[in-house]
DNA sequence: TCTGGGGTCCTAGGACCC
DNA sequence: TCTGGGGTCCTAGGACCC
């Protein structure tokens, strides 16, 4: 049951990656502060993961977008600075955020790595003013670690996250339902959750160009047109929207999945299974590490032209093994590819279950014991002495990772387009 | 030196069953 | 005896999020 006077906060770290990056080179003798000069964490396009991970304020002024190439960036401003990712100081960075606002409420829902949801349930006599409270948490957060956050405040999470996006940084909002009309129906369409680039032009279409107008639209044409997706954007461009903070009882996780962009383009077979086979690797063992089994796989690949194509195959007893999950991968390339150079390949593990129903199973058929041991005592001996104490011989020499993909020990917490 | 990687959910079409 | 129709499962592809 959904109380209908919540408080929630969205809290959200103004231009993480950068700022994070940022704040660890100050914290190092560096004299210059990337949040103030036009500057992008990027990926090294080199290996063909050259886009633009995070911007600095004063480069999105130059119109650099999240997402775009790194080579198109750099023809917007001629002098941008470029760093590269650290993804381990975002994690650390992250959970010392949560720790600071877990002193305020229980109820969190980290969203993403940068973005929590805050409910205030049942706080009415210790908080008597949530928006001088939000002020300090706040600054608080940048006193204590460096970084600055927005703060967005309403009565439920879709108002409170649009909220904190509505000027940065360093700023607390609200966005309360009264307040719809006058602050958020102004706003593009396109910001708006869960209105994305093939969305907009729909909307733009059909004469929709500020949330104003989505509100106002007649909800059954949208549905018409696009379905359940129309009613859901038409709720949240009124603030209909009542999902719950989820500080536990978290949703299972529904798969686990690594894919890569190869350095160079893949065009032989038997290199394409090393890599499904490194991808299966770090996948396998996730699943493992979750304790589950899973009963389909699917392998993606993407062509030197970004075409994408899929295979999947349902197995007749769920399974982690890594080689016969690899050993399905396999087939299911061969089944698909139509020769073409390949770009990025992927591999993904899902309609999970428990590994423990299959423990006894093992005991019948010696060789997935056999290799259910192996898996087992090479997880713990990469756990121990890190990924590549033990790599399949396959790897040698061969200029490939034998485990690629991220999202290993510290899986953090999944980024998802559901509130 | 041009275009990432981790997810969840939805839809459409065909197979298959009764 | 000139072609229904509902339900479910499977598969591929694409939408969206950060």
């Not at 003798?29 to 991970?53: A, C, E, K, N, Q």
């Not at 977008?65 to 790194?70: A, D, V, Y």
Request: contains cysteine; proline residues 4%; aromatic residues 8%.
């Amino acid at each position: 049951m959904v109380s209908s006077n919540r408080i929630i906060f969205h809290i959200d770290v103004n231009s993480a990656y950068l700022s994070w990056t940022s704040v660890y080179n100050l914290q190092h003798g560096d004299t210059l502060d990337l949040r103030m000069v036009p500057s992008v964490v990027g990926g090294d396009p080199r290996s063909r993961h050259g886009i633009v991970l995070a911007k600095s304020i004063p480069a999105k002024k130059y119109g650099i977008q999240t997402g775009e190439p790194l080579f198109s960036a750099r023809q917007k401003c001629r002098d941008l600075i470029i760093v590269p990712p650290m993804y381990d100081l975002y994690i650390r960075s992250s959970n010392a955020m949560v720790e600071i606002l877990r002193e305020y409420t229980p109820y969190i829902q980290r969203f993403s790595i940068d973005e929590c949801f805050l409910d205030f349930a049942g706080t009415e006599n210790i908080y008597k003013d949530y928006i001088e409270l939000a002020y300090k948490i706040k600054d608080r957060i940048r006193e204590d670690l460096g970084f600055t956050v927005n703060v967005g405040i309403s009565t439920n999470k879709l108002l409170a996250k649009v909220a904190s996006d509505l000027e940065k940084p360093d700023k607390v909002h609200t966005l309360f339902p009264h307040e719809i009309r006058e602050k958020m129906w102004p706003l593009p369409v396109e910001n708006l959750f869960m209105v994305g680039r093939a969305t907009l032009p729909k909307l733009n279409k059909m004469n929709i160009y500020t949330i104003g107008d989505l509100a106002n639209h007649d909800v059954e044409i949208l549905k018409a047109s696009l379905k359940s997706h129309g009613v859901l954007i038409w709720n949240y461009a009124n603030g209909i929207e009542d999902s719950e903070v989820r500080s536990c009882n978290l949703p299972e996780v529904k798969g686990v999945g690594n894919s890569t962009t190869t350095s160079f383009d893949v065009a032989d077979r038997k290199t394409a299974h090393m890599v499904l086979l490194s991808l299966v690797e770090t996948a396998s063992m996730r699943l493992r590490n979750l304790g589950n089994c899973c009963r389909l796989v699917s392998v993606s690949l993407k062509t030197s032209s970004f075409v994408n194509y899929s295979h999947q195959r349902k197995l007749l007893t769920p399974t982690n093994s890594t080689r016969k999950i690899a050993e399905t991968a396999y087939n299911l390339f061969d089944e698909i590819w139509r020769g073409e150079p390949i770009r990025h390949l992927g591999v993904y593990l899902s309609e999970l279950c428990s590994s423990e129903f299959y423990q006894i199973s093992f005991l019948d058929d010696e060789d997935t014991e056999k290799s259910s041991r192996l898996d087992k005592a090479i997880d713990a001996i990469r756990l121990k002495y890190g990924p590549k104490a033990v790599m399949r011989s396959v790897f040698l020499h061969s200029g490939l990772k034998p485990m690629m993909g991220g999202v290993t020990e510290d899986d953090y917490p999944v980024m998802t387009s559901m509130l």
